[in-house]
């Protein structure tokens, strides 16, 4: 497995969320030492852990696997979401009709 392309995911998504390396292990209830292991790659987290994180995280599982699981999907949806959830609710309304025009041509 590309462990190193978790740990790089686990890595952006706390800077994206300006998340220190120390917040985000005692959110996930590990130690801040192991948080730096897993974000460089050095060990794979168990389920448990990895789990703990991406919910710390409010990521998928899928989005951190993208980059290692060949039957990714959800990390298109997942980024347009994030996206979709900074506009307004009218905007978020004409993007959808737009799609589903899209989809039903």
Known sequence: MKIEAVGRRI?????ERNITQEELAAMAGIGP???GI????VKTPNLETFIAIAN??????DYLL???VEMSCDHEVTELNK???NLSPEMRRRIYKAIHALIDE
């Not at 890595?11 to 800077?15: D, G, H, L």
């Open 66 to 68: 993208q980059d290692v």
């Open 83 to 85: 996206q979709l959830g």
């Open 11 to 15: 890595f952006e998504a706390r800077k």
């Open 56 to 61: 710390a995280l409010n990521v998928s599982a």
């Open 38 to 41: 897993i974000e460089r790659a």
């Open 33 to 35: 030492s192991h948080m």
